[in-house]
């Protein structure tokens, strides 16, 4: 883990900027974002937003707007600060990782896992910002390729998660399971979730994976719903190839990547999954372990714990 003032060598001649990622369709964010922006200015940084969102934004004409489609729309940005809940700070993801830019978020939905902050929180992320008091943390990610008949068809990659999924709800999807070149078992499922360490505690959790802690490099397989007696979830080596074979004879499904962009997969389709290639940065403005996020984001009780002894 290094400090971002580590990772970038700034002169005090050149201006510091901060692009900002807000779900405008929540006017907590709007205003979250208001706030954001004018603590950021007054400090003497620079802010920039995506053309879209800057409409439903109010914003000073000191912020610079870009398209979205804008090829190096982070270029010269040190931080990427998310506004909203866990959709948003997928959408944040991908900014993130295609510009290496370490991502910041702020919780404005439910659990958010991937947030470092919360709503209440918003002057000391400004202040943390300002003056340059946080580390950054690589995540790992998944790459996803799609093979029908020996083609690839498709490519993708995930922070949290990839999943394999029927889509006809009275039928399930027959697949085989696969790590490494090798077969490991078959079944009816409603589904299969591969996931990172990141993802453990996403679409995986709730299909009744493990929690893995995010310094923990692994690769999980959990089935969703299987009609099997072993239908365990499988967490493997980071080095390792996980797919999910479609059968020939099965409804065809669907594969989703982080729950946002989907492709559909034709009978017979073969989902391989793998490291990915590129990780994404979060920005951490926390020393708390994973362990007391974990109780503070599921407010699990731990009413009676006295700790080691001393």
Not at 140 to 159: K, P
Not at 301 to 309: F, M, Q, S
Request: aromatic letters at 4%; glycine letters at 10%.
């Amino acid at each position: 883990m290094t400090t971002n003032a580590e990772q970038t060598e700034r002169t005090g001649a050149e201006r510091r900027t901060v692009f900002l990622l807000a779900h405008t369709g929540r006017p907590a964010a709007i205003r979250s974002a208001e706030l954001v922006v004018q603590g950021l200015l007054r400090n003497g940084l620079g802010v920039r937003v995506l053309a879209a969102e800057a409409a439903d934004l109010p914003l000073p004409s000191a912020v610079e707007t870009v398209p979205e489609d804008a090829s190096g729309a982070l270029n010269g940005c040190e931080l990427l600060i998310v506004l909203g809940g866990d959709g948003t700070l997928l959408r944040g993801a991908s900014f993130a990782r295609s510009s290496g830019v370490p991502m910041l978020g702020v919780n404005l939905g439910r659990v958010g896992f991937l947030a470092e902050a919360e709503r209440d929180d918003l002057d000391k992320v400004v202040d943390r910002v300002v003056t340059r008091a946080y580390e950054v943390e690589e995540r790992m990610t998944i790459d996803v390729l799609v093979h029908s008949n020996g083609t690839v068809v498709y490519e993708d990659w995930a922070l949290n998660e990839a999943a394999v999924q029927k889509v006809s709800p009275e039928r399930m999807l027959e697949v085989v399971l696969e790590i490494d070149g090798r077969p490991v078992t078959g079944f009816g499922c409603d589904g299969i979730v591969c996931a990172t360490p990141t993802g453990s505690t996403a679409y995986a959790f709730s299909a009744g994976g493990p929690v893995v802690w995010p310094e923990v490099e692994a690769l999980l397989m959990v089935p969703i719903s299987a009609h099997a007696l072993f239908a365990k979830p499988l967490v493997t080596s980071p080095k390792s190839v996980l797919a999910v074979e479609v059968q020939p004879h099965t409804p065809h499904g669907v594969l989703w990547c982080d729950g946002r962009r989907t492709v559909e997969l034709p009978a017979g389709a073969r989902v391989e999954v793998r490291r990915g290639a590129v990780p994404v940065r979060l920005a951490r403005l926390h020393q708390a372990s994973f362990t007391d996020r974990l109780v503070a984001k599921f407010a699990l009780p731990v009413a009676g714990w006295r700790g080691a002894p001393h």
